[in-house]
């Protein structure tokens, strides 16, 4: 155990420009899904905070449970609809970065839906009576809140980003893990972990922690600048 | 509603972000189903690069068992297969999914166990072998994913006389994964397994395990290529393909594979009959 993990440290010096290429591409997969996940999960959830309509509750219940969606689930039925025998087959999408964006979109909509859906909530109890009050239709109330609890936005965000990078079910199934093309830092442990080198393994999840300590910290700074210039 | 549309932008750039990437010509490239032993045993990462250098094709492989990759390719979800199981390969060109098969590179099975060797199978022949593991209840780990390596395992228990049905218990695990995840299993728990000795020479984790009985012809492990019929899938990029191929074969391909080796030794040995 110590020797691997020795072993780990001095790779880390020497992990080269595959590994730099690999984290680009997990990190730019992710953070496209993360986007597409904000601009479809945030006007949803923020919708369903402030309608009211019959079988509410009902979507309510099933956004959050798709929040726990298994991504090996995501990935087989997208490989099974773009495959070249699957009905958006012609498309030839499978094992291309482009199909690990739609499954982790995927993904990542839900959560952000649920999550926003919490925060709309929460903020409607404040500002709804008033809202309701000036007659203003729901997507416009939806936008005012939106905009109101932008902040606390990113924290929904930020996990759907989590969920996002961590996860290796469903990029493995529809990218494939192709050397160069499709190879995402999960999917590269995975392989170092069957090839039985452990320390690189190790070592590149020590990268991966590292991209995501990265990318929280830049979101913190952001927000902190926001709130200051904005708030 | 300023922050909002730069919020806006900014996801619009970052979706852009990935719609820049196919726009990029891309150059001409193929999806090959592959096996994972050639794939965790380093061999397409030597031998790709010579390729691409000669044609500018790229040639993106899919690790998969042999079974997995022989149904993408079913699907019409690659342009080639390199796999190891001929019976399946047989079948798959029997049922008019490729017009041909043709033999690249082969290599052997080595029964692997802790150095103890519990079962004394050391230096034994392959039946008694697998007959003393049965008869002793050691553990054994077992690929149990379709691969051509757990094909060749199930025929080895056969062909030992051993009933698999009957006399599976607890000793045997059937781990469902490919080959290195199934010895790094086998590792920790000091299993017997079946390998094979490409994936073995280049595994790092060996803790206690070694080599017990190679088989020599009668663990041979072929290893062959099928370009997918186009006839079946139009997708099918017949050119790059074929070319893929007919370089395999040829003997710059053929040496290419002869000089990967690891510590010295040969991984796989060419097998292409001579045109």
């Given at each position: 155990m110590s020797q691997t993990l020795q072993e780990t440290f001095s790779r880390l010096w020497t992990l080269d420009r595959d590994v730099l290429a690999i984290a680009w591409l997990s990190l730019r997969v992710s953070l496209t899904a993360v986007g597409i996940g904000l601009l479809l999960g945030v006007p949803l959830g923020a919708l369903i905070a402030v309608a009211r309509f019959p079988g509410r509750n009902a979507l309510v219940g099933l956004l959050n449970t798709f929040m726990g969606l298994p991504p090996v689930i995501v990935g087989l039925i997208l490989y099974l609809a773009l495959s070249r025998s699957g009905p958006l087959g012609a498309l030839g999408l499978l094992f291309t970065p482009t199909?690990?964006?739609?499954?982790?979109?995927?993904?990542?909509?839900?959560?952000?839906?649920?999550?926003?859906?919490?925060?709309?909530?929460?903020?409607?109890?404040?500002?709804?009576?008033?809202?309701?009050?000036?007659?203003?239709?729901?997507?416009?109330?939806?936008?005012v809140l939106i905009y109101d609890a932008r902040f606390s936005l990113f924290t929904a965000a930020l996990a759907a980003f989590g969920r996002a990078i961590s996860e290796i079910g469903a990029v493995l199934v529809v990218g494939g893990n192709i050397d160069g093309h499709t190879r995402t830092m999960t999917t590269a442990i995975s392989l170092e972990t069957q090839k039985g080198d452990l320390s690189l393994a190790l070592?590149?999840?020590?990268?991966?922690?590292?991209?995501?300590?990265?990318?929280?910290?830049?979101?913190?700074?952001?927000?902190?600048?926001?709130?200051?210039?904005?708030? | 509603?300023?922050?909002?549309?730069?919020?806006?932008?900014?996801?619009?750039?970052?979706?852009?972000?990935?719609?820049?990437?196919?726009?990029?010509?891309?150059?001409?490239?193929?999806?090959?189903?592959?096996?994972?032993?050639?794939?965790?045993?380093?061999?397409?990462?030597?031998?790709?690069?010579?390729?691409?250098?000669?044609?500018?094709?790229?040639?993106?492989?899919?690790?998969?068992?042999?079974g997995q990759a022989l149904d993408a390719a079913r699907r019409g979800d690659a342009d080639v297969v390199l796999v190891h199981d001929r019976p399946a390969e047989d079948k798959f060109v029997a049922e008019g999914f490729a017009k041909g098969r043709q033999d690249v590179m082969y290599n052997d099975f080595v029964l692997i166990g802790p150095k103890d060797d519990p079962a004394g199978i050391r230096g034994k022949g392959v039946d008694e072998a697998f007959r003393k593991i049965a008869a002793s209840k050691a553990p054994f780990v077992s690929r149990g994913d379709r691969s051509g390596t757990h094909s060749a395992e199930l025929r080895s228990w056969k062909e030992a006389g051993v009933d698999l049905t009957?006399?599976?218990?607890?000793?045997?695990?059937?781990?469902?994964?490919?080959?290195?995840?199934?010895?790094?299993?086998?590792?920790?728990?000091?299993?017997?397994?079946?390998?094979?000795?490409?994936?073995?020479?280049?595994?790092?984790?060996?803790?206690?395990?070694?080599?017990?009985?190679?088989?020599?012809?009668?663990?041979?492990?072929?290893?062959?290529?099928?370009?997918?019929?186009?006839?079946?899938?139009?997708?099918?990029?017949?050119?790059?393909?074929?070319?893929?191929?007919?370089w395999l074969v040829s003997p710059e391909g053929q040496k290419a594979i002869a000089d990967y080796k690891i510590n010295g030794e040969p991984l796989f040995f060419p097998s292409a009959k001579k045109g």
């Open positions: 199909a690990m964006v739609a499954a982790q979109a995927v993904l990542a909509t839900p959560l952000v839906a649920a999550l926003t859906r919490q925060v709309i909530a929460d903020a409607d109890a404040h500002l709804g009576e008033q809202l309701r009050s000036l007659r203003l239709s729901a997507p416009r109330r939806a936008g070592a590149l999840g020590a990268v991966l922690m590292g991209l995501v300590l990265a990318v929280n910290a830049a979101a913190a700074l952001l927000r902190g600048h926001a709130v200051k210039a904005y708030g | 509603m300023d922050v909002l549309r730069r919020s806006f932008l900014t996801l619009s750039l970052l979706a852009a972000l990935d719609a820049s990437s196919p726009l990029r010509a891309e150059p001409a490239s193929i999806v090959v189903a592959s096996t994972t032993s050639t794939e965790q045993s380093g061999l397409f990462k030597h031998i790709l690069p010579l390729f691409k250098q000669k044609t500018g094709i790229e040639v993106k492989v899919v690790a998969l068992g042999t009957a006399v599976r218990g607890d000793w045997y695990r059937d781990v469902g994964q490919g080959m290195g995840p199934a010895l790094n299993t086998a590792s920790s728990l000091g299993a017997y397994i079946l390998a094979d000795r490409g994936t073995w020479l280049s595994f790092k984790n060996r803790g206690d395990l070694t080599i017990l009985v190679e088989g020599g012809k009668r663990l041979f492990n072929p290893y062959g290529v099928m370009l997918v019929n186009p006839d079946k899938h139009p997708s099918v990029k017949v050119k790059e393909g074929q070319a893929f191929i007919e």
